[in-house]
């Protein structure tokens, strides 16, 4: 897959990796630069918070347990249930676990996030980000075009 265009004003190239495994975040942050985004990493899920509080990300990557959560009261996966929607629909969120279901729309619905892949996923996450994006983005084309329109008229 080719680096996505940095000159494309209209789309943020930064990603945000809540990953505790230093194997899983290398792999994570070395597939997510080759497409050409901007990489940040955080080791606990209240630096996580703050930096989701200070800047906007395109695309989330949180393990299931980072920093020793559990899933059922996850703080980051609470947290980006209650976004706005406007906000949240501008952040491609990846949940990775290894009793997850790869690619299971039901279980990433149930779950708040964009797309659930297990751990050996991430091999592929410079293929997968990038056909997340383009399904993302065409999800919600329609809510952005009528969000733009609102900001233009009010």
Avoid: W
Avoid at 40 to 49: C, F, G, M, Y
Avoid at 121 to 129: E, G, H, R, S
Avoid at 144 to 154: T, V
């Amino acid at each position: 897959m080719k680096p996505l265009r940095k000159d494309d004003s209209s789309r943020d190239f930064s990603a945000l990796l809540c990953i505790d495994s230093q194997e899983v975040l290398d792999l994570a942050s070395g597939q997510l630069t080759l497409i050409g985004f901007e990489v940040h990493t955080v080791s606990t899920p209240e630096q996580a918070l703050a930096e989701l509080y200070s800047r906007s990300y395109a695309v989330m990557v949180v393990d299931d347990h980072f920093g020793g959560s559990d899933i059922e009261t996850h703080p980051l996966l609470s947290q980006m249930a209650s976004v706005p929607l406007d906000l949240r629909r501008k952040t491609f969120v990846i949940l990775i676990g290894p009793n997850l279901t790869p690619h299971s729309k039901m279980q990433a619905f149930a779950l708040s996030v964009d797309l659930v892949l297990r751990p050996q996923d991430i091999l592929n996450l410079k293929a997968i980000v990038g056909q997340g994006l383009l399904d993302h983005e065409a999800f919600y084309a329609a809510f952005n075009a009528a969000d733009k329109s609102l900001r233009l008229e009010g």
